[in-house]
């Protein structure tokens, strides 16, 4: 049974790298996903709005939390999904999962649009591209995603002009995982 959880102003919901094994809707207050830009860097904040489902994409894909999620207002209150639950929700409610289609592309799309950027600004060649956003993962101490990009351009570019840079870069993002736990 999906349960209501009340948050404080400033309350952690959830964190990055934290399991995701539950889903959120807002039902009242505010709730800010605070997350890691991969270009620049900077923490971005971006608004759930009440009736809104959050930390959908951890939970079903069962990967780490990408982002924090943070109440924004007293008496911040939201319906706590167990995965079950959820599924059942979303079958229930087609509505839910053209929803979630609609947040998913425009999330794709802005992802793609900063692969982009990061991929063809001044002409850079895909392998690259794709060593520099293994390092601006590794810069921003996003470990697990900094060795998923490693792993991934040592499997396409072995012999790849950072190929041994990227060795490098992937035993240290390897390192630094086991060092979290």
């Known amino acids: ?53 959050f930390g959908v994409k951890s939970a079903l894909g069962r990967f780490p939390r990408e982002e924090n999620a943070i109440a924004m207002a007293p008496n911040t209150i939201v319906m706590s999904f167990t995965i079950p639950e ?44 794709l060593f520099a956003i293994g390092e601006k993962y590794l810069k921003n101490k996003r470990y697990a995603h900094a060795q998923y990009v490693f792993n991934r351009y040592l499997i396409h570019y072995p012999e790849g002009v950072n190929a041994k840079q990227a060795v490098k870069n992937l035993q240290l993002a390897q390192a630094a995982l086991a060092k979290k736990g």
Not at 17 to 44: H, P, R
Not at 47 to 52: A, C, I, K, L, R
């Open 86 to 129: 959820f599924e059942a929700l979303a079958v229930s409610n087609t509505r839910i999962i053209f929803k979630m289609l609609q947040v998913f592309s425009n999330q794709l799309r802005r992802v793609h649009s900063q692969v982009a950027r990061l991929t063809k600004s001044g002409g850079v060649e895909p392998d690259e591209g």
């Open 1 to 53: 049974m999906p349960k209501p959880l009340q948050f404080n102003t400033g309350a952690l919901i959830y964190y990055e790298g934290e399991e995701a094994n539950k889903i959120y809707i807002l039902q009242s207050g505010k709730v800010s996903l605070v997350y890691t830009d991969i270009e620049s860097g900077d923490n971005v904040r971006g608004p759930v709005q009440p009736g809104e489902f």
